[in-house]
């Protein structure tokens, strides 16, 4: 099981993973062993809430497919366990941000003392830049 947060979490089975071929150096061995893990997980067929698999296709996400399905290309490191374990923990990732709903900025106002400051500092530095001029005597 994948935990998403303590109310939700997806089954493994609805995760597919597939063992690909690193890119990159690796030496003799990048030829040989298949250590990247490419992990597609499909938001339609999942069993996550509806308003999480809405909110989930309406993200903008480079690794989110027009049909609806993710897909996570995990190589950072050199044996394929790591890499499936940073694949699902991207995956966890990715869905925690698309389902975090952010409050509202509300627009607020400087002070009136605060903006009186603000003059104050550009009336006094206006000065200090007007005394550097030539002197005339």
Do not use: W
Request: glycine share 6%; proline share 3%.
């Amino acid at each position: 099981m994948l935990t998403i947060s303590e109310r939700l979490s997806i089954p493994l089975n609805e995760i597919e993973f597939k063992a690909i071929r690193a890119q990159g150096c690796g030496g003799q061995n990048v030829n040989k062993v298949s250590s990247a893990i490419h992990l597609r997980f499909d938001i339609q067929r999942s069993s996550l809430p509806e308003h999480y698999k809405e909110r989930l296709l309406s993200y903008q996400d480079q690794r989110i497919t027009t049909d609806g399905v993710i897909v996570i290309k995990a190589q950072s490191f050199r044996d394929q366990e790591r890499n499936k374990e940073d694949a699902l923990l991207r995956l966890q990732q990715l869905i925690q941000a698309a389902t975090t709903v952010e409050k509202p900025r509300r627009a607020t106002k400087p002070t009136r003392s605060s903006q009186r400051k603000r003059m104050d500092k550009k009336n006094k530095r206006g000065q200090v830049k007007k005394g550097r001029g030539k002197v005339d005597f």
